[in-house]
């Protein structure tokens, strides 16, 4: 049972380029969770979906920012017009049902923004 | 707002000696509190959960407590060994609906053979 599968693993971007961040959560689950790693920071909550809905994306930039969970296919973190505080690692998590599931996470998308 | 501290921020020991982190938090009304490990480019691995119920909780060689009150908790880690090497997070929930973790900068660790 392959774990949470995120990809690529390493994205460099320049400056006003998008970003597309992927997330296969574990077979069977279908609620997922993204949060950002800044440098020297925890992890923040941004946005948590299940499929085909966005429950609560009240951790994500209002502008530039955006995810998706469709009903086929992995989850999407978009993010246009990149700048250089952007430049953090992603995490996707998932779970088998949402509060108080426990949640299993990927190993995450480093983007760069040059 | 809830904030999740860890201090401190690095933290390096000899092969056999055995690891404190500390975790506090300002908000003591947590549903429940959980200690990750996050190796270098890698994932996190869940390695203790501890309902605010509860006082401990413990894993073979670790042992993770928490003190609601003072809004506190602390991995032991006993007789370190080099594999022990790695970022150790800690994060709460807030209630029992809750589903955002928040997260500490975490502790880096490194174990000298």
């Known amino acids: 049972n392959a774990g949470v599968m995120q990809n690529p693993r390493h994205l460099v971007r320049r400056r006003g380029q998008e970003a597309r961040l992927r997330c296969s959560p574990m077979k069977g689950h279908s609620h997922v969770y993204w949060y950002r790693q800044l440098p ?5 909550f941004m946005v948590y979906l299940q499929k085909e809905n966005i429950i609560d994306e009240s951790g994500m930039p209002k502008e530039r920012f955006s995810a998706e ?3 086929e296919g992995p989850s999407i973190l978009r993010i246009q017009q990149v ?3 952007d430049s953090a690692a992603y995490f996707c998590a998932s779970s088998l049902a949402g509060t108080q599931e426990t949640q299993y996470f990927g190993p995450g998308t480093r983007l ?3 | 707002k809830q904030e999740v ?3 401190p921020a690095a933290l390096s020991v000899p092969e056999g000696e055995n690891l404190v982190l500390n975790c506090s938090f300002t908000d003591s009304a947590i549903y429940n509190l ?3 490990r996050q190796d270098p480019g890698k994932g996190l691995t869940s390695l203790l959960l501890i309902q605010s119920s509860q006082r401990e909780q413990t894993s073979g ?3 993770a407590s928490l003190d609601k009150s003072s809004g506190r908790s602390t991995l032991y880690i006993a007789a370190s060994q080099p594999g022990d090497s ?3 997070l800690c994060a709460v929930t807030r209630g029992s609906n809750d589903y955002k973790l928040s997260f500490g900068a975490g502790t880096t660790v490194t174990v000298r053979a």
Do not use: D, M, S
């Open chain 1, 40 to 44: 020297e920071e925890g992890l923040k």
């Open chain 1, 69 to 71: 969970f469709p009903k």
């Open chain 1, 83 to 85: 700048v250089r505080g």
């Open chain 1, 112 to 114: 760069l923004v040059l």
């Open chain 2, 5 to 7: 501290t860890q201090i």
């Open chain 2, 34 to 36: 959980q200690w990750f």
């Open chain 2, 61 to 63: 060689r670790l042992n």
């Open chain 2, 86 to 88: 790695a970022t150790y």
